[in-house]
């Protein structure tokens, strides 16, 4: 028992040097629209360094040196975010040039830059902290580069501790094949139902009791786990899916604050959400695959592990669950007070 206190004692250390393991950082969205040959209107929407921040995060887009601004750049506080607009003149056109995110490369965040030409094409890309710089498209290239918003949906998941806990939580409670693929399915189902509802602006819910909420949601996973443990039963462990559909409509909504805060142009949204929504799928089932297929491994290979590494895991949602939700419904007190 004692060894065990210890155990918990250093991973609520670990969650202290750590506090915002859980939170996915937004992508910047950089636009430019060719409104005449060379002349480009500038959308620079940039996220703060938390979410209850008012510190900017300091990256700024460096054009090409043939670039020079045309008149003052008009800025607003947007939320969580600063939107900045500028023009710039670029003779010759930004086609086949290089640009770059200046003091990216500090930042474990991406930069989503979409740029329309003035014959109408739009080609999108995903600026990385590991390259942050890009070359855009020569003329006569046709790739439109919608790939971005797959790679961001397979990044938000992927970041997502928070959602991939909750994920875990339900692979820890069923035990049937059959039951696994109806409450993965009801989860997927559920999510992607309120991130369309999100993306398209019909409904909103506020960042922080969303946060909460999810956080909660991992919380309650915790006690219904220990019950799998002693053979014991409930609706949640009956009826996995039921919950993992519930639970799956808000963690909906936290997966489109990666997409519906860039203000895309609405032609664009359909295909944008398709793509990431299969993105978030992608990561998803890979997250669930690697799971099975390392607990398959360790059964074939009869490795005996002590029981509490064994129901490491299980703790880990729990206590994470709990420590996430007091947090977060701390900050939603201050901000109320």
């Not at 996995?240 to 142009?265: I, M, Q, R, T």
């Amino acid at each position: 028992m004692r060894g065990r206190f210890r155990w918990l004692l250093a991973l609520l250390a670990l969650l202290g040097a750590l506090p915002s393991v859980a939170h996915e950082l937004q992508p910047a969205f950089l636009q430019l629209k060719e409104s005449a040959p060379g002349i480009y209107e500038v959308l620079w929407k940039l996220p703060s360094l938390g979410e209850s921040s008012d510190v900017r995060m300091p990256i700024v887009p460096v054009f090409p040196e043939r670039c020079r601004q045309v008149g003052d750049v008009r800025g607003a506080r947007a939320g969580t975010a600063w939107i900045d607009t500028a023009r710039i003149d670029c003779a010759g056109g930004l086609a086949g040039q290089t640009m770059a995110i200046e003091g990216l490369a500090a930042f474990a965040t991406d930069v989503l830059v979409r740029v329309q030409h003035a014959d109408g094409f739009v080609e999108t890309h995903v600026i990385k902290p590991v390259q942050p710089a890009l070359t855009l498209r020569a003329g006569g290239d046709a790739r439109r580069g919608f790939g971005a918003y797959l790679y961001l949906g397979v990044e938000h998941i992927l970041l997502g501790v928070d959602h991939l806990l909750f994920v875990l939580g339900l692979l820890l409670i069923v035990r049937q094949r059959w039951v696994l693929v109806k409450t993965v399915t009801a989860f997927t189902v559920a999510h992607s139902l309120t991130l369309a509802v999100a993306t398209f602006g019909v409904a909103q819910v506020p960042p922080g009791p969303l946060n909460a909420t999810i956080a909660l949601s991992i919380l309650f996973l915790g006690p219904e786990i220990v019950r799998r443990w002693r053979n014991e039963t409930s609706f949640t462990i009956r009826h996995p899916w039921v919950v993992a559909f519930a639970f799956g409509l808000l963690h909906g909504f936290g997966f489109a604050s990666g997409l519906a805060e860039l203000g895309l142009p609405k032609g664009e949204i359909p295909l944008a959400l398709l793509l990431f929504n299969a993105g978030v799928e992608i990561g998803q089932l890979a997250f669930v695959f690697t799971v099975i297929l390392l607990e398959r491994a360790w059964r074939i290979l009869s490795v005996g592990w002590p029981l509490l590494l064994q129901r490491l895991p299980g703790y880990a949602v729990g206590t994470l669950g709990a420590f996430w939700t007091i947090q977060r419904v701390a900050m939603l007190l201050r901000g109320v007070a």
